[in-house]
Nanobody
Framework: QVQLVESGGGSVQPGGSLRLSCAVS????????MGWYRQAPGKQRELVAR???????NYADSVKGRFTISRDTAKRTVLLQMNSLKPEDTAVYYC????????????WGQGTQVTVSS
């Protein structure tokens, strides 16, 4: 049984901060790349941030310098710290786990809503 459970979403004013958490079970967490994706109304799902099993990181240009992705092997969690939030950050945010093996495996959480407005 593989489970990715997101938490930490909510409503915040522009310029505010939120921290998203993704709790992972059912896989060998240390062997998976982890990522956060988001989908806004009327838009395609896009990569927000990604961290490999060796802790290499990459970010979408739109969030670079504002968001930070991290992982905690002991707690089997991946975090997304979001600062200086903008209305265009409003979306459903999804946690993703990718094996990167020859037999590729991808798992997704159910998503958590982030709303940035005045």
């Amino acid at each position: 049984q593989v489970q990715l459970v997101e938490s930490g979403g909510g409503s915040v004013q522009p310029g505010g901060s939120l921290r998203l958490s993704c709790a992972v079970s059912g896989i060998t967490f240390s062997l998976y790349h982890m990522g956060w994706y988001r989908q806004a109304p009327g838009k395609q799902r896009e990569l927000v941030a990604r961290i490999t099993r060796l802790s290499n990181r990459n970010y979408a240009d739109s969030v670079k310098g504002r968001f930070t992705i991290s992982r905690d092997t002991a707690k089997r969690t991946v975090l997304l710290q979001m600062n200086s939030l903008k209305p265009e950050d409003t979306a459903v945010y999804y946690c993703n786990a990718e094996s990167g093996d020859y037999v590729d495996r991808n798992y997704w959480g159910q998503g958590t809503q982030v709303t940035v407005s005045s």
